[in-house]
């Protein structure tokens, strides 16, 4: 089996920053993309950010654009999302997923991503 576990969530002021952390586990998988989404209560599971494993590319949702950074450590089989200048509107639980094959589906959509973490809880305060 495999596992994805997020850390680093926690409350912090409006301005402030966060990196979060997703760690993968279990069995080897070959990864070709990790995704960071988000869901804040009464709301669907958002995009936030994309990586593809190799390259590096990356994509973000307007939102975070020039806020948020998305990256990866290949040795450390763990991607991390850097979170600057938070807003109130960014709380919400943050999930990792990993995909082990490129689908057919836009990365943007929770389809797209094979493997889940269980979310951290990231509180923007005013």
């Known amino acids: 089996q495999v596992q994805l576990v997020e850390s680093g969530g926690r409350p912090v002021q409006a301005g402030g920053s966060l990196r979060l952390s997703c760690a993968a586990s279990g069995r080897p998988f070959s990864t070709y993309a990790m995704g960071w989404f988000r869901q804040a209560p009464g709301k669907e599971r958002e995009f936030v950010a994309t990586?593809?494993?190799?390259?590096?590319?990356?994509d973000y949702t307007d939102s975070v654009k020039g806020r948020f950074t998305i990256s990866r450590d290949d040795f450390d089989r763990t991607g991390y999302l850097q979170m600057n200048s938070l807003k109130p509107e960014d709380t919400a639980v943050y999930y990792c997923a990993a995909s082990a094959y490129r689908h057919s589906d836009n990365y943007k959509n929770t389809a797209a991503y094979d493997y889940w973490g269980q979310g951290t809880q990231v509180t923007v305060s005013s």
């Open positions: 990586i593809l494993w190799r390259g590096g590319m990356t």
